[in-house]
């Protein structure tokens, strides 16, 4: 046992011991605090109103001992509630997950604004009061994600966020493994693939992001006409999975607009864009409508030497790939576009299950499209996640963002799971 040498660090999870999604977490030392991620939970739909959890100082910025909020990533179960946080309180997170949120608002308006403070940047230590925070840029299917190491009180706190080790930055997850932080007192370990009666299926790899290219690849082979790929403008290894597996088949990829100014925003030249060879902008009846009914125009000629129409896809369905989102689907399957297509899911399956699922997979039997599904999960299957516990050696682990936190002590080592609300020592 480490001897404990200062005022100590206590932690207090407000939501996510025995939840995914709506994370946040109080962290308490010498008096001082700090939150880590202000998530939405999943339960909650898109308008439905949340109250901030229960931390002094968080919503009326009347508490000076409360030195900031830290969002690892910009998935809304982890900045969901950032909105009713006091603006006088200080927000950190990744410049680029902050661009990414910014650029998204005009597409998904109910999204809000991360409006950062200060950033998190990959392994360059940031001090709040008695908070030495080291980010560590971590693979996610939410880009520019953080786990974070949290030093205070002589204590040392590991705080996951989420990851993975099989998407397109896996290399990241290799670097935790392989050069780990030392001396860690406890691990908060995301468990969303850590799961009751799980068994051998929880210990199986997932496909990796490179296989998802390839077997996309295979399907847009072996389809004569349009594949149209359903996914999230947001996922950004996605992106480039679905630009990799065109350029393999021999297609030239189309980004709604979304997927375009998303892209464009984050301002790195590796990210599949409008000027990349064999990638064009393909604008979907909404979209045209939300620029025309904003008068933002400019949006539409920013994309407009690279815009292909419908009449083209109409003429020549087998030259093209469309990445879009759900709301396309009809519009292509009602133009004559996806005739000999295929409309390939790349998203969570359990999506297809819920009544606009429904709705989309009867849309296109009554068309006589396919429907196929190509995705891999943004986070650690279980094999991993004992992998960075054995790597990391914390003195304990904690649960949170799970269904499965009594079922830890399973798989891993010196579990101490907690509840949402209480105070402990870390
Ligand atoms: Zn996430």
Redesign the pocket.
Known sequence: MRRLTGPGLRVRIHRGAHEIGGSCVEVESGGERIVLDVGKPLSAGPGVHVPLPAVPGLADGGDSSLRGVLVS?P?L??YGLIDQVHPSVPVHTGREAAALVSAARFFSPLVPELRPTGYLRDREPLQLGPFRVTPHLVD???YD?YALVIDAGGRRLVYT??LRGHGRKARLFERLVSAPPTGVDTLLLEGTHVRAAAGETGEAPLPAEADIETSMADTFRATAGLPVVVSSAQNIDRLVTVYRAARRSGRILLVNLYTATVAQALGRSTIPQPGFPRLGVFVPRRQRVLVKESGEFHRAAAVRAFRVFPEQLLAEPGRYVVLTGSSTVPELLAGGQLRDGVVVWSLWAGYLAEPSGRRLLGQAAGHGVRVVHHHTS??APLRDLKRLVAALRPERVVPIHTEGAHEYTRHFPAVTPQCDGTWWDV
Request: charge should be negative; aromatic fraction near 0%; proline fraction near 0%.
């Open positions: 990533h998935h179960d982890h996610h299917s939410g994600a966020g989420d943004g986070h």
